[in-house]
């Protein structure tokens, strides 16, 4: 998610017009805030998806079951989260304007909490970016990050399928499938137009755009989510 300030338009600009540029820069504030939400992230995912709450109150508790939920959730807040906000800050200082991720402490606190309630719902935080007027500047800042959660779900959902048959891998399958789905949740989720999500910007700038990548997303995470809760070999007629 991109975050802005007013409303951009086609005629003016905050600031001056920035020079193109292919400079990448940072700061220990981004670092830290980075690190800080990714951490929390991948506790959450570890927690939805082994039950880490409900087993330790039933006195189920299973140290191997906890690392590999670790494990996925440190790759799913990576590719899914961490991705998506460099995504948007390579293509905002692309075009030359300064852009850092910033985390939301609210925004956190709900994901964990939400988290322990057995569903995620995460808004960690966003890249701000400065100095932004035009919206086709906006546009196209904000449909970087989705565009890479759907690039980087078809990526798992492919070696997911190439695995399928193999066996033994029956694990690694689910892993990449689940991953695939986690990036399609990002892209969809991201892509609705309302408030400060990228969908919003997006629309903002080509109303065509927006529906296509929008309705590509949705069906690529409900095609992923069937797959995942009948299961991989199942749905796609394997064995």
């Known amino acids: 998610m991109s975050g802005w300030t007013g409303v951009p338009s086609n005629n003016y600009w905050v600031g001056a017009q ?21 951490v929390v992230l991948t506790v959450d995912i570890a927690i939805v998806e082994t039950g880490l709450i409900g087993s330790v109150q039933f006195g189920g508790f299973d140290p191997g079951a906890v690392a590999a939920g670790l494990a996925f959730g440190a790759a799913a807040a990576l590719t899914g989260f961490l991705a998506h906000e460099l995504a948007h800050k ?13 985390m939301s402490p609210v925004g956190l606190l709900f994901s964990v909490v939400t988290a322990i309630f057995g569903f995620l719902f995460a808004a960690p935080g ?7 007027g035009g919206v086709r500047d906006w546009g196209r800042t904000s449909l970087a990050g989705p565009a890479l959660n759907l690039v980087e779900g078809s990526v798992f959902a492919g070696a997911g399928l190439a695995l399928r048959t193999q066996p033994g891998f029956s694990a690694a399958v689910m892993f990449l499938v689940l991953l695939a789905f986690i990036n399609g949740w990002f892209a969809t ?12 910007k997006v629309l903002r ?22 797959i995942v809760s009948n299961g991989w070999p199942v749905a796609l007629g394997g064995t």
């Open 126 to 132: 966003a890249t701000v970016v400065g100095g932004m």
């Open 189 to 200: 989720f991201n892509m609705v137009p309302f408030g400060p999500l990228d969908g919003r």
């Open 90 to 102: 390579v293509a905002a200082q692309r075009l030359g304007f300064w852009a850092e991720f910033r």
């Open 18 to 38: 920035p020079v193109p540029s292919k400079k990448l820069t940072t700061s220990p504030t981004e670092i830290g805030h980075i690190l800080i939400a990714f």
């Open 205 to 226: 700038w080509d109303t065509r755009i927006w529906g296509g990548v929008f309705a590509v997303a949705a069906a690529f995470t409900i095609v992923m989510f069937l």
